[in-house]
């Protein structure tokens, strides 16, 4: 059996000049995790067996999961470690685990909020048999996917309104010309005009006809 520990870092940008947004971010990150329990902006990653810890980012090809020295990754900043348990697997089956997980967790799927490197660390959590994340942690991410699932319903409603209405429209423009004249006359009138069928003929006298036939 070997302990399972997740370390857990506020997501800050290390690149000079943002020392006052990762200032602001961090402070922000503690008022909604311990005043307010709502979670915050987190980064994630699991630590077993081994001085090394395993997250996952996003990045255009190949495989997302990385590992670095655990509690030290330099893209982030430090926050806090847990303990999760023990896990059964042995470190065989660990390794095992981490190559499956490396070839379904591909960098250029990564999500922010549906497929982010708390989720990859819950699904590591849950195959080495131990808690997963307490639910401070991702509850941002959640909230914004959910919200980013009912939006992606909505428009899909929409579109499906929209296209039902075409279809409508095409069918009723199909019926109106194929419906035969005779039809559209019983529609409007309730029976057949018979007289728009009579054959046109020349009403009155024609010149010069009646004149002959008189002198006969």
């Known amino acids: 059996m070997a302990e399972v520990i997740v370390h857990v870092y ?69 926050r806090e470690s847990i303990v999760l348990g023990r896990t059964n697997c042995s470190a065989a089956k660990v390794s095992q685990i981490l190559k499956e997980l490396s070839q379904e967790w591909q960098g250029d799927k990564y999500h922010m909020l549906a497929r982010n490197c708390n989720h990859f660390c819950n699904e590591l959590l849950q195959r080495l ?32 309104m929209i296209n039902a209405g075409k279809e409508a429209y095409k069918n009723a423009l199909e019926t109106a010309f194929k419906t035969p004249m005779s039809l559209i006359s019983l529609s409007k009138g309730g029976r057949v005009r018979t007289d728009q069928f009579k054959p046109k003929f020349i009403t009155g006298r024609i010149a010069g006809f009646d004149q002959g036939a008189g002198q006969k």
């Open 10 to 78: 506020d997501v800050t940008n290390e690149s000079p000049g943002y020392e006052t947004a990762n200032f602001a971010l961090v402070h922000l990150n503690t008022v909604c995790k311990e005043a307010v329990p709502i979670g915050g902006v987190f980064h994630t990653a699991v630590q077993v067996y081994g001085d090394e810890e395993w997250g996952y980012g996003e990045c255009k090809r190949g495989s997302g999961v990385y590992s670095c020295p655990a509690g030290k990754n330099m893209q982030y900043s430090y």
């Open 129 to 160: 048999g131990v808690p997963k994340l307490p639910a401070w942690v991702n509850r941002f991410a959640n909230a914004g996917d959910i919200a980013y699932e009912a939006a992606k319903s909505l428009q899909k409603a929409k579109n499906d």
